[in-house]
């Protein structure tokens, strides 16, 4: 009798253990199927703050799950899309400079734009690596000169594109070098807005 009540016993035990385990199972699965979603719904609520919703969206939604639900790893993501793109426009850019038939006008626009890009591409990157050694107790210090920082960046692409702004270049250059600055410019802005979406969080 007593090693049948020991053995119902056991069993009990035995079926309450694995009822939890699998309720543990079952639980971690559904975070996992759910945090990709949280991770995209945080990104698409941050993006709504910034003045380019949709192409925040689209240049960080790839990122979701480096970002997960951060605000500063959010602002950082956006930062290294933006100097990136900064980057490789600027490469682009030192090829078409360097193509026969341009006009002085237009050497004139590419050399200064280059110039303001590569201050740009500094910019960014003195803030990528603000952002990644401050101390906590320096953070009003640090967040302070990140929006210095970008918002210089920010000028510097404005002020490339303004310069194929004027009459007398080739339609076709003057479109494709203005399209990609201000891209990056609305890229920059966006950074911009979520650094500060992150100051006032961390505030």
């Known amino acids: 009798m007593e090693s049948s009540s020991s053995s119902t016993h056991f069993a009990t035990c035995f079926l309450t253990a694995l009822s939890i385990s699998l309720c543990i199972i079952s639980s971690t699965s559904a975070a996992r199927d759910l945090a990709p ?7 698409k609520t941050s993006c709504s703050a910034t003045t380019y919703p949709k192409l925040c969206l689209t240049s960080l ?9 951060s605000p500063k790893l959010m602002a950082g993501a956006a930062l290294n899309v933006t100097l990136s793109s900064a980057k490789s426009t600027s490469a682009t850019m030192l090829k078409l400079s360097q193509r026969h038939g341009l006009k002085p006008k237009e050497v004139g626009a590419m050399r200064d734009c280059l110039e303001e890009l590569s201050d740009s591409v500094d910019e960014l990157q003195s803030s990528i690596a603000e952002m990644g050694n401050f101390k906590s107790y320096d953070f009003q210090l640090m967040i302070s000169d990140v929006q210095t920082w970008v918002s210089a960046a920010l000028t510097d692409e404005n002020t490339c594109s303004e310069g194929f702004g004027g009459n007398g ?14 891209n990056i410019a609305h890229l920059t802005s966006n950074a911009l807005a979520l650094i500060n979406r992150y100051a006032s969080v961390h505030g």
């Open 37 to 43: 979603k949280t991770n995209t719904e945080f990104i």
């Open 61 to 69: 939604s790839s990122h979701a799950s480096t970002i997960q639900t």
């Open 169 to 182: 270049m080739n339609g076709n250059l003057k479109t494709a070098v203005r399209g990609q600055i201000v």
